[in-house]
């Protein structure tokens, strides 16, 4: 990369870590450009308002996302492998952000009632990866590995209850174990909703 792309991936790397730690909206211009050592107008040159920084912040982690959770569970076959990739390594990632924060959660608190460019991009970013749960469910449902009679809505709905819940016991009342109770739940959950004919 040139030294303009370099310095710009360097302040949206940076920008990411401050938005997940005090949200997109706690993100500004005279913080980034303190934590860089550069003028506001030095983090200016590179975005045109804060508003374009914190869609490019929301860019780069949905990006982050996608590389770390969506993709490589694609690669498994479909049915129930998928599905299970996607929610282990989904359960992974919130797992690092206790430390940090995870913008798709702090997001939807902060926008739930704010309209404009930042909620509906952030509301695309969950709907897709909700339709991506959504098409693994019916798959596994397809294929038979889950019962025909399955509720793929319902069962998403009961896989982001637990990620909501990881992050609320371990993120704000700290409570130890939260991981392994969401590994169980879920566990569960697929023991609910298996095809009888495929566990035997």
């Known amino acids: 990369m040139r030294k303009g792309e370099q310095t710009r991936a360097a302040i949206l790397d ?4 401050l938005a997940s730690r005090n949200g997109l909206e706690g993100l500004t211009i005279g913080l980034l450009a303190d934590r860089m ?11 045109g308002s804060r508003e374009d920084l914190q869609m490019e912040v929301l860019k780069l982690y949905h990006h982050r996302f996608e590389q770390e959770v969506f993709f490589p569970s694609v690669k498994e076959p479909r049915g129930l492998p998928r599905l299970e990739s996607m929610f282990a390594r989904w359960l992974k990632r919130v797992s690092v952000e206790i430390a940090s924060g995870c913008i798709y959660i702090s997001g ?14 952030l509301v695309a970013m969950v709907r897709a990866w909700q339709g ?6 019916q798959q596994s449902v397809d294929c038979g590995d889950l019962q025909q009679g399955a509720d793929p809505q319902q069962l998403v709905y009961e896989m982001y209850g637990l990620i909501l819940a ?8 700290r409570i ?14 697929i023991e609910n909703y298996r095809n009888p004919v495929q566990s035997k």
């Open 14 to 17: 940076v920008a990411l870590e």
């Open 37 to 47: 050592n550069m003028s506001k107008s030095g983090v200016f040159a590179h975005f």
């Open 108 to 121: 939807a608190v902060e926008y739930d009632d704010r309209p404009g460019p930042i909620r509906d991009a």
């Open 132 to 137: 991506a749960l959504l098409r693994a469910v």
């Open 166 to 173: 990881l992050h609320h016991d371990a993120r704000f009342l």
């Open 176 to 189: 130890p174990g939260a991981v392994d109770r969401a590994n169980r739940g879920f566990a569960r959950l």
